[in-house]
């Protein structure tokens, strides 16, 4: 393999241990072994078949090296053999965001944070004249800190002076409607798919995921029927979201998903800045059974509440101190609580 660099060429060796799975990818991802480094590391793996001309080539690890952030993957190196180009990044062994995601719900104070991250990471990829076209769980990793860094620049575009960039190898299941009527796109795309993004995060995998399968399986998906649901905000459904997202986060996300660009959160700074002022409702532990009991949990202090809402609308509520008895709170047993009511308690306790 040669090392790329403007006049000079030089070997690097690295094994491909384990192929990481990415959702949608148009590529394969590794943790390697860098025998130099004597380090793991991440190697994507992206054939020539899969970009365009050979000036794009490196075009993934170009905009990576000129988007350096905090919230941004680093790249360390980036080397081509005979038949594919490869990235060699960090790892990091929390993984993905989708990782997270789909092993539990998050709080709404880590839903905060980690948007506030994911939003400052892309303005700072938009105040470098790009757009991302593919912000998605499985594309925020989590660093050994647990801090939201965007990564996987591969559809990733430089815009023009009109301050529009093309792409049309798009990820449709996380699409904006304009991405049905156009292949030219400005930095709003991206807002779109933060807000997706947090979106899923509010509602988690097993909603959105609920939600897409109504369009039918792989073998018959109607693509039509969802394309005509993206572009009327009917997918994803807005009032999906559990009772303890309070007001102002489901106004951050039902901004950034308006259907009409021009209506739409016109910033990723703007996102940011509305997510911080979210500031009610931020610890409680929501949790989902395979029976359909819901139940949140809050702690502060010794003390814990808690209540627990079953399939056919029954709740039981209790307080007291962490590790001892609890107590029933009668107003919020019901044969059958209204969505109201539950909000209220999870507001008010």
């Known amino acids: 393999m040669t090392l790329l660099a403007p006049y000079d060429k030089a070997e690097v060796s690295f094994r491909l241990d384990k192929e990481i799975g990415q959702e949608g990818a148009n590529s394969k991802t590794y943790i390697a072994h860098d025998e130099q480094l004597d380090a793991e590391i991440v190697i994507k793996k992206v054939p020539y078949s899969g970009v365009g001309s050979v000036d794009q080539y490196f075009e993934e690890s170009r905009i990576l090296y000129m988007s350096a952030h905090p919230n941004v993957v680093q790249v360390y190196y980036a080397c081509k053999d005979a038949s594919h180009i490869y990235i060699a990044m960090p790892y990091y062994r929390r993984g993905s965001l989708n990782t997270l995601m789909n092993a539990r719900f998050l709080t709404v104070r880590e839903i905060v944070t980690l948007g506030c991250q994911i939003a400052a990471g892309l303005h700072n990829i938009h105040s ?19 801090e939201a860094l ?9 815009t023009s002076t009109s ?83 309070p007001a102002r986060l489901r106004t951050v996300v039902t901004g950034c998903l308006h259907d ?90």
Not at 128 to 146: A, E, M, Q, T, Y
Not at 150 to 158: A, N, P, Q, Y
Not at 199 to 226: H, I, P, W
Request: glycine share 8%; with cysteine; charged share 25%.
């Open 128 to 146: 470098k004249r790009l757009v991302h076209f593919d912000i998605k769980p499985d594309n925020v990793l989590l660093s050994d800190r647990g």
């Open 260 to 349: 009409d660009p021009a209506q739409r959160t016109q910033a990723a700074i703007e996102v940011a800045n509305g997510l911080a002022q979210v500031d009610e409702k931020l610890d409680w532990k929501y949790s989902l059974s395979s029976t359909g009991l819901r139940e949140w949990v809050r702690f502060e202090g010794e003390m814990e509440y808690r209540i627990a809402v079953a399939s056919d609308g029954s709740s039981y509520a209790q307080k007291g101190k962490t590790g001892g008895k609890l107590s029933r709170i009668t107003s919020y047993c019901s044969s059958s609580i209204t969505s109201a009511s539950l909000k209220k308690f999870l507001k008010e306790t």
């Open 163 to 245: 301050g529009k960039a093309e792409q049309d190898r798009l990820y449709f299941k996380m699409c904006p409607p304009e991405a049905y009527k156009s292949i030219e796109h400005d930095a709003r795309f991206d807002v779109y798919q933060l807000g997706l993004t947090l979106y899923r995060m509010c509602a988690g995998n097993a909603e959105f995921y609920r939600q897409f399968n109504t369009f039918g399986s792989s073998g018959s998906f109607d693509l039509n029927a969802f394309k005509v649901a993206v572009r009327n905000g009917q997918f994803p459904d807005r009032s999906k979201l559990p009772e303890h997202i």
């Open 150 to 158: 965007v990564s996987d620049f591969g559809l990733s575009r430089r």
